[in-house]
């Protein structure tokens, strides 16, 4: 079982960045690929990002590419979005997810999701 708990999440004006961060804890960390998502209201959930286990490969959504950076600590458990230049479309409820997908968009591949975190851009 892997616990994750996602933080970092708030306000802020179009423009502006955020990192969020996602605790993990049990077993394994460094053996699943950690993703990050996002749901806006009325919407589907949609990929945003995902990196492998060793922190080298990186995929990023064409949406955000440019704008945003996933990158993983395994001495600390934890894995980060750097969310830079932010714009109102970007607003949504942002989940940390855990697994060994052989697809990292495919929601329906992840294992372990966090709680999720509230991020709001105003124009």
């Known amino acids: 079982q892997v616990q994750l708990v996602e933080s970092g999440g708030g306000w802020v004006q179009a423009g502006g960045s955020l990192r969020l961060s996602c605790a993990a804890s049990g077993r394994a960390f460094t053996f699943y690929v950690m993703g990050w998502f996002r749901q806006a209201p009325g919407k589907e959930r949609e990929f945003v990002a995902a990196?492998?286990?060793?922190?080298?490969?990186?995929n990023v959504a064409d949406s955000v590419k440019g704008r945003f950076t996933i990158s993983r600590d395994n001495a600390k458990n934890t894995v980060y979005l750097q969310m830079n230049s932010l714009k109102p479309e970007d607003t949504a409820v942002y989940y940390c997810?855990?697994?060994?997908?052989?697809?990292?968009?495919?929601?329906?591949?992840?294992?372990?999701w966090g709680q999720g975190t509230q991020v709001t851009v105003s124009s």
């Open positions: 997810a855990a697994g060994r997908p052989r697809t990292v968009l495919a929601t329906t591949q992840y294992d372990y």
């Open positions: 990196v492998s286990w060793g922190g080298g490969n990186t």
